[in-house]
């Protein structure tokens, strides 16, 4: 399977090698997607924050699968076709996005919740994962 990836600007080849040669998540889906996520680093352990603009908690779906992460939307039917649109700027269309997450976080510990228009996902770091001291005898 090819994987084709659309840069758009030197700043985005940037980001997409440099998250494409981290090991703390990795991209498993293969399509084209533009759409806003944001993915941190803590002490605690991992965070993503999916814009989930106009959506309802119960429209949108978190699956877990081994180390895959998924999030994914599918657009209803019946939207307002028939209203006249003066300007359409808020993205409601479906989505199915994924990564492979590393095994230093534990992900049966993950938690979702919706603020805002954000969907927040947090995952914290394995216990064994996290540093520890050893006494010395």
């Known amino acids: 399977m090819t994987h084709l990836q659309l840069a758009h600007t030197p700043f985005d080849i940037l980001v997409r ?18 759409h806003p996520v944001d993915i941190w680093e803590d002490d605690e352990g991992l965070c993503l924050e999916v814009a989930c603009v106009g959506l309802d908690k119960t429209d949108v779906e978190v699956d877990i699968e081994d180390d895959i992460l998924k999030v994914f939307y599918n657009k209803k039917d019946g939207s307002n076709e028939s209203a006249h649109y003066h300007y359409r700027g808020v993205k409601k269309s479906s989505f ?3 990564w492979k997450i590393a095994r230093r976080f534990d992900l049966t510990k993950a938690n979702a919740s ?7 996902i947090t995952v ?6 996290k540093p520890k001291s050893l006494k010395i005898q």
């Not at 090698?17 to 533009?34: C, L």
């Open 114 to 120: 919706m603020e805002n228009g954000l969907l927040i």
């Open 96 to 98: 199915d996005l994924g």
């Open 17 to 34: 090698n440099f998250f494409e040669q981290d090991s703390t998540f990795d991209k498993v889906n293969h399509r084209a997607v533009n």
């Open 124 to 129: 914290p770091i394995s216990k064994s994962a």
